[in-house]
């Protein structure tokens, strides 16, 4: 068998590859069903050279997990501590899980449905990602019905209307249909904020400063894969 390349960009191109291949068979065939050999076909690699890459199926999928909540997470905190209201850091995280959704499809298929097959350090890692993640979202709940706009609730009984919302969209959604993230972000948010309590004159405000905040500060995009950088100082 050849040797496969080194550890050059070479060979990282090859297993992000490989990775995206895995979320897609993972995704189709789940992720107990899908054999190596499987994996093996479809990127045209001998067990031993796919091992050269992946290491084990189990990291696979944990590589796979990390695709979606590592950027996820980062950008979620990001734009939990804007120093903005929390009604508008609510619509912009809500577009940016939307937009990893609409971009790693099968990802966020094997995310749902196979993280369970995780076990030890890893399991907990990712439990623990999705608590934080759980938690940015309750903070900026707590301050909404804090400032008075939203009326008082459970908080975690409303966090997770929030994520049942959002959550299920990788079931039926079509990347290249009529609804785009920020679409489907206004009209969630429309249904949870009037959900809520907030009054009806919250729901223009908050979309006028979601748009003045993506065409004012491209800097800053809600996309979880891309790196927000700092405009210069004007002057």
């Given at each position: 068998?050849p040797?496969p390349?080194?550890?050059?960009p070479?060979?990282?191109?090859?297993?992000?590859?490989?990775?995206?291949v895995?979320?897609?068979l993972?995704?189709?065939?789940?992720?107990?069903?899908?054999?190596?050999?499987?994996?093996?076909?479809?990127?045209?690699?001998a067990k031993?050279?796919?091992?050269?890459y992946?290491?084990?199926?189990?990291?696979?999928l944990v590589?796979?997990?990390?695709?979606v909540?590592?950027?996820?997470?980062s950008?979620?905190?990001?734009i939990a501590d804007?120093?903005?209201?929390?009604?508008l850091r609510?619509?912009l995280?809500?577009?940016?899980l939307?937009t990893?959704?609409y971009?790693r499809?099968d990802?966020i298929?094997v995310?749902?449905?196979?993280?369970?097959s995780?076990?030890?350090a890893e399991?907990?890692a990712?439990?623990?990602?999705?608590?934080?993640f759980?938690?940015l979202?309750?903070?900026?709940?707590?301050?909404v019905?804090e400032q008075?706009?939203?009326?008082?609730?459970?908080?975690?009984?409303?966090t997770?209307?929030?994520l049942?919302?959002?959550?299920?969209?990788?079931?039926?959604?079509?990347?290249?249909?009529?609804?785009?993230?920020?679409?489907?972000?206004?009209?969630y948010?429309?249904?949870l904020?009037?959900?809520?309590?907030?009054?009806?004159?919250a729901?223009?405000?908050v979309?006028?400063?979601?748009?003045?905040?993506?065409?004012?500060r491209p800097?800053?995009?809600?996309?979880?894969?891309?790196?927000?950088k700092?405009?210069?100082?004007?002057?």
């Open positions: 068998m040797r390349p080194g550890h050059g070479g060979f990282e191109v090859r297993r992000q590859k490989i990775i995206d895995a979320a897609s993972f995704a189709r065939q789940g992720y107990a069903a899908t054999s190596i050999n499987d994996l093996g076909r479809a990127v045209g690699l031993g050279a796919l091992y050269y992946i290491g084990s199926k189990e990291n696979l590589e796979i997990q990390s695709r909540m590592g950027p996820l997470l950008r979620a905190r990001q804007l120093d903005m209201d929390p009604l609510l619509r995280l809500s577009e940016s939307l990893i959704i971009r499809l990802h298929w995310y749902e449905h196979d993280y369970r995780l076990s030890g399991l907990k990712l439990l623990g990602q999705r608590s934080d759980e938690q979202i309750s903070g900026l709940l707590a301050e019905v008075g706009t939203f009326r008082a609730m459970p908080p975690r009984l409303a997770l209307q929030f049942n919302l959002h959550n299920h969209t990788y079931q039926w959604v079509q990347p290249d249909g009529q609804w785009d993230a920020a679409f489907l972000s206004r009209e948010c429309a249904t904020f009037r959900g809520f309590g907030a009054p009806d004159h729901l223009p405000k979309e006028e400063r979601a748009k003045a905040f993506k065409r004012d800097d800053l995009p809600l996309d979880p894969e891309a790196e927000w700092s405009l210069p100082a004007a002057g």
